[in-house]
């Protein structure tokens, strides 16, 4: 079997374990009014089933391969992923609150279709504090349930790593929301927001997670460190551009959404650097269309874009050589590879 047919098989195996996990703990909920029931169906339970691309579960797999871990500890390495995928899932609900999203995966985020629903029905209260409340409480009970998925790895080890995936994404998300508030922002400063809020816990600490329930060796886990560090930055200056230039058809989220939210990124911190500096320049106080193509404009006329592009392949051709120093099973070390392109050319 190719590199690609197992990694869509493990995307398989675990959209069936991610239903059966919610299937069960939906089962809990049975004390709640249908209303309220209906809502977490369609607002988690459907958010977690029907999207996103695996690529966490994916790296969790891998770094069991390149560990050395045996295909009979398949099941647990389906439960770990799981677990990584449902934190994810509590990560997009409440990155959407704070970012005040209207759209994820092309549908309206669950905050707004609360705060909908509020007002169509004329309940008391403020309808968007309702539905920032609710969708809250949704993001909780997918954490709740990834820990309910990591049980069943047994695996103190792995526990330790799963920790703190979610302590640095958790602590690099408040990075992002104080640097915003700010409004300032060096170049090092949002690498090191971006590691933490998107890149560590999407590939190393997957990858990590998947050698911890290998039982792997320390040198092992240095390499795909080594392999997972450049490559999660990548990841995330890709994010970067998506976020000013991506189409919503494609992304699932509003075009230019990280101008109008002022957001420090790598892109628009290198913009600034070669354009004047912060408060200055197009970039800064973005509030329609016009300010997004106009900021845009800028972005490409000044160099900044064509920079984060090179540093994207840099980091990715770092990420790949890493693998060929670390003699890894051939069968992991393609199927990283493979994900290096996969998370890095994502289109716009």
């Known amino acids: 079997m190719t590199v690609t047919a197992v990694t869509g098989s493990v995307r398989e195996l675990v959209d069936q374990r991610l239903i059966a996990i919610v299937e069960r703990e939906m089962g809990r909920l049975g004390f709640l009014g249908g209303q309220e029931r209906e809502a977490v169906r369609r607002l988690l339970a459907r958010?977690?089933?029907?999207?996103?691309?695996?690529?966490?579960?994916?790296?969790?797999?891998?770094?069991?391969?390149?560990?050395?871990?045996?295909?009979?500890?398949?099941?647990?390495?389906?439960?770990?992923?799981?677990?990584?995928?449902?934190?994810?899932?509590?990560?997009?609900?409440?990155?959407?609150?704070m970012d005040e999203s209207d759209t994820r995966r092309g549908r309206t985020t669950a905050h707004l279709a609360l705060l909908d629903e509020h007002r169509r029905e004329g309940w008391r209260g403020d309808p968007r504090r309702y539905g920032e409340s609710v969708a809250t409480l949704l993001g909780l009970l997918a954490y709740t349930w990834a820990d309910t998925a990591m049980v069943a790895t047994g695996s103190a080890r792995?526990?330790?790593?799963?920790?703190?995936?979610?302590?640095?994404?958790?602590?690099?998300?408040?990075?992002?929301?104080?640097?915003?508030?700010?409004?300032?922002?060096?170049?090092?400063?949002?690498?090191?927001?971006?590691?933490y809020k998107s890149g560590k816990y999407t590939v190393e600490g997957p990858l990590l997670l998947g050698h911890a329930l290998a039982r792997g060796l320390p040198g092992v886990r240095a390499a795909l460190s080594a392999y997972a560090l450049p490559l999660g930055e990548a990841f995330q200056l890709r994010d970067d551009v998506l976020g000013v230039f991506g189409d919503p058809a494609l992304t699932g989220k509003p075009a230019g959404a990280?101008?109008?939210?002022?957001?420090?990124?790598?892109?628009?911190?290198?913009?600034?650097?070669?354009?004047?500096?912060?408060?200055?320049?197009?970039?800064?106080?973005?509030?329609?269309?016009?300010?997004?193509?106009?900021?845009?404009?800028?972005?490409?006329?000044?160099?900044?874009?064509?920079?984060?592009?090179?540093?994207?392949?840099?980091?990715?051709?770092?990420?790949?050589?890493?693998?060929?120093?670390?003699?890894?099973?051939?069968?992991?070390?393609?199927?990283?590879?493979?994900?290096?392109?996969?998370?890095?050319?994502?289109?716009?």
């Open 258 to 348: 990280d101008l109008f939210l002022g957001k420090q990124t790598y892109l628009l911190a290198e913009a600034r650097r070669r354009t004047g500096g912060h408060g200055h320049t197009p970039v800064d106080d973005v509030r329609d269309e016009a300010d997004v193509a106009a900021a845009r404009e800028l972005i490409v006329a000044c160099g900044a874009l064509e920079a984060v592009e090179r540093r994207i392949d840099l980091l990715t051709r770092k990420a790949t050589a890493a693998l060929e120093r670390a003699g890894l099973p051939e069968e992991a070390s393609a199927a990283l590879v493979e994900l290096a392109r996969q998370v890095t050319d994502r289109r716009v």
């Open 47 to 97: 958010f977690v089933i029907d999207g996103g691309k695996r690529l966490r579960p994916s790296f969790v797999f891998w770094g069991h391969s390149a560990a050395g871990g045996s295909a009979g500890e398949l099941d647990t390495v389906l439960s770990a992923g799981c677990a990584v995928e449902l934190v994810h899932s509590c990560a997009l609900i409440l990155d959407d609150i």
């Open 158 to 195: 792995a526990w330790e790593v799963f920790t703190q995936l979610r302590v640095e994404l958790i602590g690099g998300q408040y990075m992002d929301l104080a640097h915003a508030a700010r409004g300032a922002g060096t170049r090092s400063q949002a690498l090191l927001t971006g590691a």
